[in-house]
């Protein structure tokens, strides 16, 4: 189950030239670093994903995304097992402000929490942030991102991830009656014994006390 939030995932966009200096108080900062460098080499798998900002002149401007089943592979995720996702970005430049709207619609295929089999998950969500120049990269306001001066873009592949991501619900089951019941009962089996799997024993039990 990917859990990681927006906020933990954004960190990548931490230019690396533009350090802060107060990394000696641990934290959020020595963390966004070690967390650039871990994600800095896997960002070069997602070159397709990035938005021109300096130069850009005022005005309107549009981009369009794919998110597929390789995106997914080079973000490391198995929860997806496939993907057919287009963003659509709206982008809107004025006052040295890059107003960023994505329109994510497609169709994933993840593994039914009940049977493991694939289940279909249509994504149809839409994220707002606004993008400002600054002297540290900064994503702790709510759709507000921060990026230091020295990028000449924005790498979106981590935001597009989080958008499509965040949409799957925490339990995710096949509707009623779709599962494939026979793994379903030998998973309910062999995981009655352990407690971490209780949520899914649960979801058998209450799929059958609904028949
Ligand atoms: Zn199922």
């Known amino acids: 189950m990917v859990s990681a939030g927006r906020t933990e995932l954004k960190k990548v966009s931490i230019d690396r030239e533009k350090r802060p200096l107060d990394f000696c108080f641990f934290d959020w900062t020595e963390f966004k670093i070690r967390f650039f ?10 070159t397709a994903y990035k938005v021109q900002l300096a130069q850009l002149p005022d005005g309107k401007h549009e981009q369009d995304f794919v998110i597929d089943t390789e995106f997914f592979k080079n973000m490391e995720n198995p929860d997806v097992l496939s993907a057919d996702v287009k963003v659509h970005l709206d982008l809107v430049k004025k006052n040295d402000t890059y107003d960023c709207t994505f329109h994510c619609k497609g169709m994933l295929q993840i593994p039914c929490d009940r049977c493991l089999d694939p289940m279909d998950h249509e994504v149809d969500a839409e994220y ?7 002297d540290n990269y900064d994503d ?7 990026i230091p001066y020295s990028s000449s873009y924005l790498n979106v592949a981590y935001i597009l991830n989080d958008t499509v991501v965040l949409t799957i619900p925490l339990r995710h089951v096949h509707p009623m009656g779709k599962c494939n019941r026979a793994m379903a009962s030998v998973l309910s089996r062999h995981r009655s014994g352990g407690e971490e799997f209780e949520e899914v024993e649960t979801g058998i039990e209450e799929e059958e006390s609904d028949d």
């Not at 707002?128 to 600054?134: A, D, Q």
């Not at 702790?140 to 921060?146: M, Q, S």
């Open 140 to 146: 702790g306001a709510d759709n507000l991102l921060v």
């Open 128 to 134: 707002h942030v606004i993008v400002k120049y600054g």
């Open 37 to 46: 460098h871990k994600f800095s080499k896997k960002l070069g798998k997602f």
